[in-house]
Nanobody, 130 residues
Framework: QGQLAESGGGSVQTGGSLRLSCAASVSTSIPGCMGWFRQAPGKEREWVAGKYNGGPSTFYADFVRGRFTVSQDRKNAPVLLQMTYLKPEDTAMYYC???????????????????????WGHGTQVTVAS
């Protein structure tokens, strides 16, 4: 079973920035899909952003596109989530996950796919004050 660990959460004012990092343990072989998710109190977990491990393409949920950037220096390196122009509604526990592609090599950017055949970190809290 792989292990992921998030870091970089904290509290900021509206309009502020934070950078989250997701790193795998040394013994973890990282699958092809890497994503960030979040869950606010009383709400469903939702997908935020993702990329293919080592690949150049990035993908975003509409509610963060233009404000958040997901990046990775090289394959199997930590995956970063740069968050800018933060809003109070961005307040949530943020999780990273890694899971397998489908048989065509594509990632399904959904919570269900990540839960079905992937592994997760324990989360890092992001709080945005108004």
């Amino acid at each position: 079973q792989g292990q992921l660990a998030e870091s970089g959460g904290g509290s900021v004012q509206t309009g502020g920035s934070l950078r989250l990092s997701c790193a795998a343990s040394v013994s973890t072989s990282i699958p092809g899909c890497m994503g960030w998710f979040r869950q606010a109190p009383g709400k469903e977990r939702e997908w935020v952003a993702g990329k293919y491990n080592g690949g150049p393409s990035t993908f975003y949920a509409d509610f963060v596109r233009g404000r958040f950037t997901v990046s990775q220096d090289r394959k199997n390196a930590p995956v970063l989530l740069q968050m800018t122009y933060l809003k109070p509604e961005d307040t949530a526990m943020y999780y990273c996950a890694a899971w397998q592609t489908d048989w065509l090599g594509r990632c399904d950017w959904t919570v269900s796919a990540a839960r079905r055949n992937g592994y997760w970190g324990h989360g890092t809290q992001v709080t945005v004050a108004s």
